[in-house]
């Protein structure tokens, strides 16, 4: 089983105040990806249950989804968004309920493709905008503003209406480590749409980068055999997944508590960090405030995350 590595957490959580601050925040209202802030509320909630739906996985080894628009190079997230808010301009009906439900495979590729740059899981993707559209008209009487009434503000409760319980209806939303959940309610708190009473229950969105650095810095650790596995970059298995990154998310979660700094913040953070200094096949050691405990700089061995890519969770 992983394991948390107190010590590194606790290192890290020393640490986390002094390079952390509001700068690192993620912009929700930059316009090149989002809608303005004077936007109807039912059609940005629409976008953002749809967009959040949309991210996961978008390049593959060999086969990077990138391309230049308006002279700007744009790669991963930053070129989804970009084609979101460009259909959201041009068309926002796209983003409806009844059309999602019924959305064509043709028209997910013409709307995600920019040359050569394309999903390779066209098919899946469909299926989950038309679970999510057909769902918000069944469930949710066509409206999403009635997943956040019916949460009454909280991320989780017993009687099963947290928002975190409420999203799980749709297919695009069960992640058992809810990366989805998690930057939804992230976009949400930022744009001032959802306030969670039981802060106690906010947790990092684990993607990617979180989990190369967990697994680098030793807060984490795996054993043997799973440690063989991410240093050769072998496929490892959903239930291998899904133990690692809920480790990976108690780690985060841990070191907030330690440090006082809010896990979207950390959250946040990491993501830059990860994009920036501790970057995939090349870190940057040298400029990183963590090097003097990190177990990857001690030990030479340096692990990207965990070879699992047929997956709609992250
Ligand atoms: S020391 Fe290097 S490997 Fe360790 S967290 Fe920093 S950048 Fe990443």
Redesign the pocket.
Same mark, same amino acid.
């Given at each position: 089983m992983p394991t948390l590595v107190n010590w590194r957490i606790a290192s890290i959580a020393e640490i986390l105040p002094r390079v952390v601050s509001e700068e690192h925040k993620m912009n929700v209202f930059d316009s090149r990806f989002y809608p303005k802030s004077n936007e109807p509320l039912e059609q940005v909630l629409m976008y953002f249950l749809t967009m959040v739906a949309m991210d996961h996985r978008l390049s593959r080894p060999g086969k990077p989804y990138e391309a230049i628009i308006d002279g700007e190079r744009l790669r991963g997230a930053d070129l989804l968004y970009r084609l979101g808010i460009e259909m959201y301009r041009n068309n926002p009906d796209f983003f409806s309920p009844e059309h999602l439900a019924r959305v064509r495979e043709d028209e997910v590729a013409k709307w995600l493709s920019v040359g050569d740059a394309k999903p390779v899981d066209i098919g899946l993707r469909t299926h989950l905008l038309n679970d999510l559209g057909q769902k918000i008209i069944l469930v949710y009487s066509s409206n999403p503003k009635n997943i956040i009434l019916l949460s009454r503000n909280y991320i989780r409760s017993l009687n099963g209406y947290g928002l975190a319980d409420l999203l799980k209806v749709f297919k695009a939303y069960q992640d058992p480590v809810e990366k989805k959940i998690f930057l939804l309610v992230k976009f949400l708190v930022y744009r001032g749409l959802f306030n969670p009473i039981d802060k106690e229950n906010l947790h990092v969105a684990v993607d990617n980068h979180l989990t190369r650095?967990a697994l680098?810095?030793g807060v984490v650790e795996l054993e043997y055999s799973l440690s063989e596995k991410a240093v050769r970059g072998s496929p490892i298995s959903h239930d291998e997944d899904v133990l690692i990154r809920l480790a990976v998310r108690e780690a985060y979660k841990a070191m907030s508590r330690l440090s006082s700094v809010d896990p979207l913040l950390i959250d946040d953070f990491m993501w830059y960090f990860g994009r920036s200094? +501790?970057r995939y096949d090349e870190?940057?050691?040298s400029v990183?405030p963590?090097?003097s405990f +990190?177990r990857?700089?001690e030990t030479g061995v340096?692990v990207n995350e965990p070879f699992y890519y047929d997956t709609w969770y992250y």
């Open positions: 650095i680098r810095t200094v +501790c870190p940057r050691c990183c963590f090097k +990190c990857a700089y340096f």
